[in-house]
Structure formats: structure tokens, C-alpha cells
């Protein structure tokens, strides 16, 4: 008994954080699973999908699984990093800024070096930037509470800040490989961009021990790429205000249809943001 208690229970008699860990993945799946049936067995799914599309579900999903973690370690809601207050708000700005700011950074020298030019597209109006607003917002909500929410949390806890980040950037790329477009060479660099894309995000975690700056820097970069750009988000086809119109093969360059996650200019930038949001906090990381 007393090795079981070992196995299972630290020294204070609570649950290892690695059980907790398996525990959560465990439920994640299933609330997913059943997040995806009740939006299928909606008597107006046509009706709901411009205003309540899928990622919002697996957000709810998610919310209640997180709640019922926390409820059972006597921890509020907000503990994960989900205090609605004037700075999270103020962060969550701040994080949609920078991802678009990085988004158009990688974008530049394909641009630059004649890789593609840009369309406008005549389809694509003011209304269908906000419904992009609203899509990828759900996605950042649901993606960042999922990844960067209890599960890194409990991670960092039980092995530390960086074992976390490395095993979390490895489930967030291998989540993405059965992407439309995750192929070759494609699968090598989209998996490498956002295995330090998630770092990047988990970084923006514990600079603010928050999950309003992760949360906007995904919408910002999902948005301003696909939305903006009209590139392909992790090879999901997205119809933006312009349009790339690819001049030469150079898949490197400028992603091709997957997008600019597979792209020489993603794993540049996104490095070089890791690296000063690491050297700016190298001695001032929040720590719980």
C-alpha cells in the first residue's frame, strides 16, 4: 500500500502532477469527443456555424474540464491564468498586436523576393474580418486553455519550466500533423515552426502567469495570416482580404498552401521572438 501511495500520492498525500497530467489528456479527449457529437446533433448546425463554430464548443469543453480539475485541488477558475480583469484585457490587445506583427514580418521577404504577390480579393469584405475575429478568437481560447492552460501548468509543477515547454512543443506539433498539407519537406517545417510557436506561447504564459497574452498573440497570428494575408492556416484554406498569388516554387520561402508555418522565414522570426522574450525575462519570469 505504502508503494502504491509512492506511485500515485507526493508527500502531502496529493495526486503526482503527472497522473494529473494523464488524468487531464484523458478527459480532454473525451470532452472533445463530445463537444464535436452535441454541435453535430443541433437542430440548426447551419444556422449556428457563423456564430457558434466548432472551436467555441471545445472551448466550453475545455472550460468545464479545467473547473472541475481545479475544483478538486480547491483552486478558483482564475488560478489557470483566467482573471478577466483591465490587464488581461490590456494584455490580450497587446499579444493580438504582436502576432500580427510577426505574421507580416514572415511574410515580408517572400514578398520582397518576389516568391508571390498579393490579390486583393473582391469577395472579402469588413463583415468577413470580424467573422475571422470570431473564428480564430475560439480557436486561441480553446488551443491556449488546452496547451497552455492546467496541462503545462501541472507539467512545469511536476519537471520544471523547460521540460514542460519541450514536451508540450512536441503534443502541440504532433496534434497539427493531421493537418491537410502535412506532407514532405512541408511536414519538417510546420512541425519545427510550430513546436517554437507553442514555445513562444508558453513563454508569453510565464512572462504574465496569464493566459490573456498567449491567447491574443494566437488570434493575432492565426488572423492576420489567414484573414489578412490569405495564406493558409496549418494548411487549413482560409479566403482573406488579399490573396497570395504564388510567382515561383519556393515552398520555403513563402510555406505554399499550407501557409507561412512552413516557411525558412517562420522559424526565423518566431526564434527571434522566443529569444528576446527569454532574454528580456532572464532574470524575471513569474514564478507561481
Known sequence: MLAMETL?????GTLRNGWKVVLFLLGAGLCNGAA??????LPWPELAAPWLPAPWFAFAAFLCLT?????????PLASVGLRLDQRWGRELLQGALAGCGLILLMALPGLLAGAYRLQRNPHAGPARLLAGVWLYLAVAFSEELLFRGYLFQRLERGL???PAQALVALLFAAVHWGNPGMTGATRVWASLNIAIAAILLGLCYLRTRSLALPIGLHLGWNWAQGMVLGFGVSGL????WWRPVFQSRTPWLTGGRFGLEASLPC???ATAACL???WDDRNGLQDE
Open 67 to 75: 473547473w472541475v480539475c481545479l475544483q478538486l485541488e480547491g483552486r
Open 267 to 269: 522559424a526565423i522570426v
Open 160 to 162: 520544471g519550466r523547460w
Open 237 to 240: 484554406s482560409s479566403s482573406g
Open 36 to 41: 464535436a457529437t452535441f454541435r453535430m446533433a
Open 276 to 278: 528576446a522574450l527569454a
Open 8 to 12: 500515485f500520492f507526493g508527500s502531502a
